[in-house]
């Protein structure tokens, strides 16, 4: 046999359900570890008697790698094989998962966070590129359809696991990954095929990789910091490195001939405009996810349990009407929905700030967000279909990758700034009074990040009015067929139709799927 293969497994056949397994095992074991841990705050912090920018960190270390990396793992999984790279982060995820559990202070913990978002980096695009690269066209929308969903579901039982777990041991969040990693890299080694992109760049983006990773790395100590010891000439001096390789990034990337982020994106104002509000979005969920958790436990007095299960109705609110706030979108534009979701989720957030300790679960609690659950409902949907929409179906998979990496920086700066403009520092986690005044004004931020995000809406989305010009019959895959819950950054598209690897030499095997 020679050439290359054409994607061969269909929905329904057993190897088909045990791709789908483990892609979802895989990408659910990076993003529960991206919402429970903010459950097990308030245990980190008392155990290790940490400052708040210790929990910070904590938070921020992950997300920090993890955004860096994010795309230079895509690319890595394209050129060396998307199963060998999906599996290569699992164990180190695993590793790193080890490391956190067994900490014995913050400054360890944060070193093996930083190594988890690396192993999220490298299994997290694989996952769902995994999907495309397997299924024959015909079947690829409902394999990415099926994949979304039971996401969801793993994003909706997330709070239960975390908060559960939390309340015997917050170490048992991290080793629990441990047997799930195991499991996911036996049935990916026995039933996952191989595939890579012929077409991938000769070579890897490393300059714009690095300086990526030291401009955030830069920023995010910088405004950390600012906030627990003040402004002094290393926060100063690490802030305008910080910047300068942000800016040194830039133009790599325009000058690369095998560019990270290919910057003639750009030029189309919809996805500079799409992205805009994907960082003023996301910059409000940063804040809340990790703020809000911790004042349910200081403040109000909530089991770990209790607080995580607060953030159930935002989940089940996406996973139910994501689908139907894409087709909405599709038939208004964007403009319509993502406005007024902005608007009616600035206004959750402001019920939200008004969360205290007398606050009841009931009406005090799931009312504000629920309401800014259907506020970010109307959005995400028709916010990643404009990022498609934006770009050639060539370009898809890294106009997605961009928009998700936008987004979990989005979301790194925003633990960064928000608590340190709300005045939260030092030890005010331990104080209900102190913290509960910061997290009020906190919100308020958030809530104007909202209304600004509605304003870049309002004024420069419109309806996308270039069609697709390149995605065979059957092989584009809808937004709304994967908008799942999307609290820990958009869903990475899976890109145009990929090729499976050629023979292996001198055996005459395909390494591609077969049924």
């Known amino acids: 046999m020679t050439g290359v293969d054409r994607p061969e497994l269909r929905m329904g056949t057993p190897r088909g359900r045990w791709v789908l397994f483990t892609t979802v095992l895989g990408s659910g074991l990076a993003m529960l570890d991206a919402t429970v841990v903010n459950v097990a705050l308030g245990r980190i912090g008392a155990e290790f008697d940490a400052g708040f920018s210790g929990l910070q960190w904590t938070v921020n270390a992950y997300t920090l790698t993890l955004a860096s990396l994010i795309l230079l793992g895509?690319?890595?999984?394209?050129?060396?094989?998307?199963?060998r790279v999906f599996v290569v982060g699992v164990v180190w995820f695993a590793v790193?998962?080890?490391?956190?559990?067994?900490?014995?202070?913050?400054?360890?913990?944060?070193?093996?966070?930083?190594?988890?978002?690396?192993?999220?980096?490298?299994?997290?695009?694989?996952?769902l590129?995994?999907?495309?690269?397997?299924?024959?066209?015909?079947?690829?929308?409902?394999?990415?359809?099926?994949w979304s969903g039971l996401g969801g579901i793993a994003g909706a039982v997330g709070p239960f696991l975390g908060g559960w777990l939390v309340e015997w041991s917050w170490r048992a969040v991290f080793l629990v990954n441990l047997p799930v990693a195991v499991l996911i890299v036996v049935v990916a080694a026995r039933h996952v095929p191989e595939s890579r992109d012929p077409d991938a760049a000769p070579r890897l983006d490393l300059a714009g990789t690095a300086l990526a990773v030291l401009g955030l790395a830069g920023l995010t100590y910088s405004l950390t910091a600012a906030g627990e010891q003040g402004v002094d000439t290393l926060v100063l001096s690490v802030?305008?490195?910080?910047?300068?390789a942000l800016a040194g990034f830039v133009l790599v990337e325009r000058r690369s001939t095998h560019p990270l982020v290919p910057m003639t994106l750009f030029r189309n104002r919809q996805f500079s405009a799409a992205n805009a509000v994907t960082l003023m979005i996301y910059a409000a969920l940063g804040g809340l996810f990790v703020l809000l958790v911790l004042q349910l436990q200081i403040v109000v007095g909530f089991s770990p349990l209790q607080a995580g299960a607060a953030l159930l109705p935002v989940t089940v609110l996406m996973l139910v009407f994501s689908a139907g706030a894409g087709r909405l979108g599709q038939r208004l534009g964007p403009r319509i929905p993502i406005t007024a979701g902005t608007l009616i989720a600035a206004g959750g957030l402001v019920l939200i700030s008004r969360i205290g300790a007398d606050a009841s679960f009931a009406v005090g609690v799931l009312v504000p967000v629920i309401v800014f659950g259907c506020g970010l409902?109307?959005?995400?949907?028709?916010?990643?279909?404009t990022v498609l929409d934006s770009a050639s179906d060539r370009h898809a998979g890294v106009a997605s990758g961009v928009n998700n990496a936008i987004a979990r920086a989005a979301g790194l700066l925003a633990v960064a700034v928000i608590p340190v403009a709300a005045g939260i520092t030092g030890e005010d986690y331990t104080d209900p009074a102190?913290?509960?005044?910061?997290?009020?004004?906190?919100?308020?931020?958030?809530?104007?990040?909202?209304?600004?995000?509605a304003v870049l809406a309002a004024a420069f989305l419109r309806r996308p009015g270039a069609e697709p010009d390149e995605a065979e019959p059957g092989n584009r895959i809808r937004p709304?067929?994967?908008?799942?819950?999307?609290?820990?950054?958009?869903?990475?598209?899976?890109?145009?139709?990929v090729a499976a690897l050629p023979p292996e030499p001198g055996t005459g095997r395909g390494g591609g799927p077969t049924d």
Do not use: K, W
Request: hydrophobic share 50%; charged share 10%; proline share 5%.
């Open 96 to 127: 790193a998962s080890l490391l956190c559990g067994v900490a014995q202070n913050i400054e360890m913990l944060v070193a093996a966070r930083a190594l988890q978002g690396v192993g999220g980096a490298l299994l997290t695009p694989g996952s």
């Open 74 to 83: 895509g690319s890595l999984g394209d050129r060396f094989g998307r199963r």
């Open 434 to 453: 102190a913290f509960g005044a910061g997290f009020r004004t906190a919100m308020l931020i958030s809530a104007a990040m909202m209304v600004l995000a």
């Open 129 to 146: 590129a995994i999907i495309s690269a397997s299924f024959r066209g015909s079947d690829r929308a409902a394999a990415v359809g099926a």
């Open 377 to 385: 409902t109307l959005v995400v949907a028709p916010l990643t279909s």
């Open 239 to 244: 802030g305008v490195a910080g910047v300068l």
């Open 480 to 497: 709304d067929s994967y908008a799942q819950c999307a609290i820990t950054g958009p869903q990475i598209h899976p890109g145009p139709p």
